[in-house]
């Protein structure tokens, strides 16, 4: 199964009827308008956890109607976000969303060491682009939290991505570790990483996947270029998931695709019990919303 964009993502999330999302230091006007949207396609059910007169007010000013809205009150975004764990916890929510909070105050408290939501595993960012042109999603993993990862981690951010793409129903993964370029090389560790990767998928360590590397990114999309380079590839340029190599590379490549290719860009964190919507202040609305969208589809089990 693939998804063709975020609309097919959508469908998908709603057929599973609402899930539960708390959501952390609520008083945000960029958030609660993402919840409005995800509230009125029937994806979730919100519980607010922050300043109460605050999240009315700003509800009223964007047109959100808090009837079916739990809301517990705690003016503190750290407090907040500790209520909103203790939320997930307790089962009044399947999966966790930031709000109106520093992001490492924020991953702090996610992390804490009693009634947190560690798994062992690393938290790893995870988005999905829908890009005009193209056929499918294209999902590209880590771009937003690890700086520059070692082949430990980076086999623990490919076995989040592909746990959750397994969850949402995908059962067969094509992954390429992108490198500079195809030649493995001592003095380009990234080339040897993606080597080791794909020789671990070769010996089965990641069912239900294909992984390939090292290849460029016109390699990994384009089996003409594959051709040109004299490249034999199972995957051909029908590629799922990129994994690269730093955070400056997903950065780069993911905000490429945003300004120049006009794409929609969607994310969340993987790793912790839970999926995270941890969202930046510039993303818009629809961008928050498909987040959303990304965790509800999971089904909060992505641990």
């Keep these: 199964m693939r998804f063709t964009g975020f609309e097919s993502l959508l469908e998908s999330a709603k057929s599973l009827g609402r899930a539960k999302v708390a959501v952390a230091a609520a008083a945000d006007k960029e958030v609660l308008e993402a919840i409005k949207l995800a509230e009125k396609e029937g994806l979730i059910s919100p519980v607010l956890v922050g300043d109460i007169e605050e999240i009315k007010r700003l509800a009223q000013e964007i047109g959100l109607c808090l009837e079916g809205a739990e809301l517990i ?46 798994t062992g595993r690393l ?54 570790v992108l490198a500079a370029n195809e030649v493995v090389n001592p003095k380009i560790p990234s080339t040897m990483d993606a080597q080791a990767l794909a020789e671990m998928s ?25 051709q040109h380079k004299g490249i034999s590839s199972q995957i051909n340029g029908d590629v799922d998931l990129l994994l690269v190599p730093t955070i400056e590379v997903g950065n780069v490549l993911g905000k490429s695709m945003v300004y120049f290719a006009g794409a929609t860009m969607a994310g969340i964190v993987l790793g912790a019990q839970v999926p995270i919507v ?26």
């Design 73 to 118: 009150h705690e003016p503190s975004p750290v407090a907040a976000t500790h209520k909103a764990i203790d939320a997930v916890m307790d089962g009044q929510a399947q999966f966790l969303m930031k709000g109106l909070i520093n992001s490492s105050d924020f991953l702090r408290v996610v992390l804490r060491p009693e009634r947190g939501l560690r």
């Design 123 to 176: 938290l790893s960012h995870f988005s999905a682009f829908e890009v005009p042109g193209f056929s499918r999603l294209l999902f590209v993993t880590d771009g937003g939290m690890n700086i520059a990862p070692d082949l430990a981690q980076k086999k623990d951010i490919l076995q989040n991505g592909l746990l959750y793409l397994k969850e949402i129903g995908m059962d067969l993964v094509n992954v390429i």
């Design 202 to 226: 070769q010996a089965g360590e990641f069912p239900g996947a294909i992984v390939e590397g090292p290849l460029a990114l016109d390699g990994a999309l384009s089996a003409v270029a594959l």
């Design 278 to 303: 941890l969202t930046s202040r510039n993303d818009t609305p629809r961008s928050k919303f498909m987040a959303l969208t990304m965790a509800a589809l999971s089904g909060g089990s992505c641990t």
